[in-house]
Every structure is written in C-alpha cells, then in structure tokens.
C-alpha cells in the first residue's frame, strides 16, 4: 500500500512539473517526456490479453496511451506500412492506405508503442488505466456477410461488417484462429460453406458472446495474409503460398525491420531481416544466453531477449540440446563464457562498429614449473574431447562431469591446489574456484602426473587469427557463408558433417553489407516448401551486398525477435536454444 501511495505521489509530481515547463514554453523532446504508468497486461472486451503499453504526459495533448506496435498487429490487427520516419507509423486499419493512410506517432525505449490515443477516440474506443491493466472496450461490430472465392492463386475469405473492430489471429498447429469483436447472426452462419479449397481444409464460423471466431485449418504449413479495408469495412483473408506481406520500416534510428520474398534460381524464398546501423549513437550488440550466472540452460529466444531488456534479437550458435551446453564461441564483455571448437566461423565486434568474420580457434597453454608444456583442447565447453578442458567461474559455480573417468584439477592462484577422480560422468558437481579454474583430464591418465599438489601453472592465451582477441564480443556458429564478397561454404573444413553440409532447413544468419551495416536475417523454406542450403542461403545475403556473412544454428532454432514478439514464426513453434545476439536500444 506504501509502495502505490509513493508511486502515485511520484505519478502526480512528475505531471506538475511537465504541465509548469509546458506553462513556462520551456520544449520539452517527446522520448524525454516521463512514463506516467506502463504494464503488461491489457483488458481488450473483457478479455486478458499479455501485452506492453505505457502511459505517458505529451507536450501538448495531455495524457497519452500507446501499445507495443507488435502487440498491435495481434491483438488489434493493424498492419505495419513502410515508413523512413522512426517518429510516426502508418497503419493500414479498415483504411485505403494509397488514398488516405493513417500514421501513429511512436514512443521508443526498449520496445516501441504506437500512440493510440487519437485512433481510440475516433473508433469510439473507451480506455482506462487500472493499475497495471490497461482496459479498452470497442463498439460491438455486426458480420453482415462471409464470403468465400477460389482465385488461381489459392483461397480467398472476405468478411464484410457494419463497422472496424479490433481483431486477432492465433496459430494452432495447421489452425489459424481469427477472432472478431463482432457479432454474426445465425443465418449468416447457415451460408458458410464448409468445402475445402486448394490449401484451406476446412473452414468454421463459431459465434462467442460477442464475438466471432473463424478457424482455417491450412495445409502444408501455408500462413495466410489478413488485413483490413474500408468502404465497406471488411476483413480480408488471402490464402497463398507467398503470403508474406513485404516490409520496410524503420522501427527506431538505426534499426530497420524488412521482409521481402526474394528470388534463387527457379524458386521464390520469404525473408524477414533486421538491418542495423552500427554507428548509430545508442545501439548496441551483444551476445544473450538464457542464465547469466551459468551456461548450462536453454529458453526461447524471446524469454531470454526480454530477461536481458534487448529490444531486438536472433538466435545464435549451437549447442547440446540435451545437457542444454554450448558448442561453440560465446565472449562477452572481455570473457569467454565458451571458447571455440573445431575451427568453426565466428563474428568478433567492438562497440565501434568494428566487425570480423573468419573461422576462429582459441589456442591456450599451461606452463608447469619444471618448464612442461600442456595443451589446453577446449575452454567452457560441452564438446569433448581427449585431453585437457578448462572451466572457469563463467561456466557456473560447478563442474559436473561431461564423460566417465574425469579427473578434476582444482586450480587457485595460478597453483594446483587438489586433484578428483570422478567415474561417472553426471555425478556430483565440483565447485569452480571463484579464484581459479578446474582442469578436467579426459581419457589421458598420464597428464595427472604433471598437475600434483602444489605444481605452479603460467597459462598463455590466444586467438587464431590473433586480430579476434582485441574484440570483447564474439560468437561463433558456421560455417562461414561469404568473406570479402565471395561464397566460402565449406562445412567440411569446419567439423560439420556430411549430412549437415547437404540438408535443406531453415536458416538463421548474421551479415555485413558493403556499406558496413549489420543484417540479422532468417529464411525457412522456398515456397514450393523445401528448405534451404547454406549455399542457398549464402546467395540470398549476397543480394543484400553481403559482403561477410555466417551461417547460425537454424532448423527449429531459427527466430527472429523484435519489440517483444517474434516477428518469423508462430511464436508457440519457436525452440528454445542456449544462445543470441541481442540487439540494445538505451
């Protein structure tokens, strides 16, 4: 009670000292303006709905509501235009955007919100802040007809209604779910044709309440297109193949969000990327994993996305599904959370926006007193091999063992300090010296002997190429796609097996154009559904100007996210995956 007594006073204060400076002409910018109340939960018709919105004090209008922009397009079914102006969106929302298209101002932080508040009052929306709620009550529509047509291209719904309303869609494993706040009369329901067509299976039309709910269920994985007209207001839903509806809009200075569906060879491929500006004042990259404290753990990329407060992310490097351990680069800040292996492509970067990309091999070595020099084959790692792992305070608090018959050499102080061997792999964890590492010997008795007790140990660390050890943020992934514009797919050379180098999937990569700017792109199937190669993929970023390129982990790992919500998929068919590089707005 205390705590919302002191917030409330705050809310007040702040408002008296933003209306005495708006009394005085004092200007004041629009991101400068204080957040009167946010939250996460919004009441849309007395239904709860999980989504972003913030309230704040405008210069000029007062109190102002806005929406997370990609909440929007789910839960009130706004369509995002192309824009070059991060201040204002245009929507498409029971409108003719060529004649007359409407823009919403934006508010940018971490996520961006559309400024609903005009929009709201013309549609005869109620909305009231309820402590961390946010409520909106719209005007109840009428479904005056449901109309259904089989255009050479696949299956066309139109929805026509007496009035626009909010509007959402749901995906349900071949079902799409499109729910109205409109009524529909039962003799409208008695004229639904229930024939399949050439990719819908079925369709039905179920009345709720005050609502209509219209379930597709889709073949092949085909997503459809839905948007809204005017004149009169109706809903259109457009069932095809190429259903990606093509974007260019810039969502915030220096981040820019595309999609586009582009040409390789005989077929046509869907692509959404995000398209950076490295130099751009406040925005930042940096690696993300699911628990800072441990590198042991898998989440969706958009948990982890929003736990680390990025505003932007894609999936990153591989990693063992089952224990949930990486296999492959991950430093961040100056540290190795985990070291390379296998020689496998990596980006490297600084926050000045300097990039590297090349394969990378971590080289380290232990100098004993008595001159003796031990390989170290892998840092913070879940691959093993024979020899000699090191696993520092970044790995977590303890070790467990990965394989059977470990020996565990505690390090303290650049000295040996015990040694443990463990028989089991998965037995008791060993505590990781907050001084120190642990040494783990696998399947080589004979090294124990050098590391007794008391032995002093000088460790040497590099990088090859040796440039990547002056940047503090690395990931790694491969294969390399494209290095100085040329195609240089070689999996082979990078540890990766036959079958992975000749498989189709969906792929996530990382890029850099000619001009220096940063693409975060992610394409799962040309749209006679196969997937792609890395060759394939490695094509695709060349028509951006790609002029380095690395492959990430893809398949089920491939996510896009963006303004908290992925922004590729069905966001309930994303993976969870141990790694990402995260994309930060302050």
């Not at 806005?66 to 102006?85: A, E, F, H, K, Y």
């Not at 039309?205 to 809204?228: A, C, D, H, K, Y």
């Not at 490695?538 to 028509?543: D, G, M, P, S, W």
């Not at 996210?561 to 068919?573: E, H, K, M």
């Amino acid at each position: 009670m205390l705590r919302k007594r002191l917030n409330l006073k705050r809310s007040r204060l702040l408002d008296c000292i933003v209306g005495t400076l708006l009394l005085l002409g004092i200007s004041i910018p629009s991101q400068a303006l204080p957040t009167v109340r946010q939250g996460t939960q919004i009441l849309l018709n007395g239904h709860a709905l999980s989504a972003p919105w913030s309230q704040w004090q405008a210069r000029d209008t007062g109190l102002r509501i806005g929406i997370s922009d990609r909440v929007l397009t789910q839960t009130v079914g706004i369509q995002l235009l192309t824009t070059n102006t991060a201040t204002h969106q245009p929507i498409q929302w029971f409108t003719q955007p060529k004649f007359s298209p409407n823009a919403l101002s934006t508010r940018i932080s971490s996520l961006r919100y559309l400024d609903l508040t005009e929009m709201a009052a013309q549609n005869g929306w109620q909305m009231k802040v309820a402590g961390s709620t946010l409520e909106i009550n719209s005007p109840t529509a009428n479904v005056r007809a449901i109309r259904q047509g089989k255009p050479a291209w696949g299956d066309l719904i139109v929805i026509e209604l007496d009035r626009s309303t909010p509007w959402q869609t749901d995906a349900a494993n071949q079902d799409v779910i499109l729910t109205l706040n409109a009524r529909v009369a039962f003799d409208i329901l008695q004229q639904i044709k229930t024939i399949s067509g050439k990719y819908v299976q079925w369709i039905s039309v179920e009345p709720f309440g005050n609502q209509t709910r219209v379930r597709l269920r889709m073949i092949n994985g085909i997503q459809p297109r839905i948007w809204s007209l005017a004149k009169p207001d109706r809903i259109i839903v457009d069932v095809r193949p190429d259903s990606l509806i093509e974007r260019n809009v810039l969502w915030a200075p220096g981040l820019r969000w595309r999609q586009q569906t582009l040409a390789i060879g005989n077929n046509r491929v869907p692509v959404t990327w995000l398209e950076l500006d490295p130099w751009q004042p406040g925005l930042s990259l940096k690696p993300i994993v699911p628990n800072p404290s441990s590198m042991m753990g898998i989440a969706p990329l958009a948990q982890t996305a929003q736990q680390a407060q990025a505003t932007a992310a894609i999936n990153g490097g591989f990693f063992n599904r089952i224990r949930q351990l990486p296999l492959g680069a991950i430093r961040l800040d100056g540290r190795w959370l985990s070291g390379p292996i296998l020689n496998r492509g990596a980006i490297a970067w600084d926050g000045l926006g300097n990039f590297a990309f090349n394969r990378l091999t971590l080289r380290e070595t232990l100098t004993t007193s008595t001159g003796q020099q031990l390989p170290i084959t892998h840092l913070n790692s879940g691959y093993i091999q024979a020899g000699i792992a090191r696993y520092t305070p970044d790995w977590g608090a303890t070790y467990t063992p990965l394989s059977d018959n470990e020996i565990i050499v505690s390090v303290q102080n650049n000295g040996v300090v015990s040694q443990q061997p463990l028989a089991k792999a998965g037995s008791a964890g060993v505590p990781i010296p907050s001084n120190g590492y642990l040494l783990v010997l696998r399947s080589n008795q004979s090294i124990a002997s050098a590391l007794t007790p008391g032995t002093v140990l000088q460790l040497a660390t590099s990088t090859d190429p040796s440039e990547i050890n002056r940047y503090p943020y690395v990931l790694g992934a491969g294969p390399l796609l494209i290095q100085n514009s040329q195609i240089v797919v070689d999996p082979k050379i990078e540890g990766f097996s036959n079958a992975f180098a000749t498989e189709t999937a969906p792929r996530s990569a990382i890029a850099q154009t000619n001009t220096g700017q940063i693409l975060l792109v992610t394409a799962y199937k040309k749209l006679n559904s196969e997937g792609l190669t890395l060759t394939e993929m490695a094509q695709i970023l060349q028509q951006f100007g790609a002029m380095n390129a690395l492959n990430l982990d893809g398949g089920s790992s491939t996510t896009l996210y963006l303004g908290g919500q992925v922004i590729d998929r069905p966001p309930n068919s994303a993976a969870r995956v141990h790694n990402g590089i995260g994309i930060f707005l302050r």
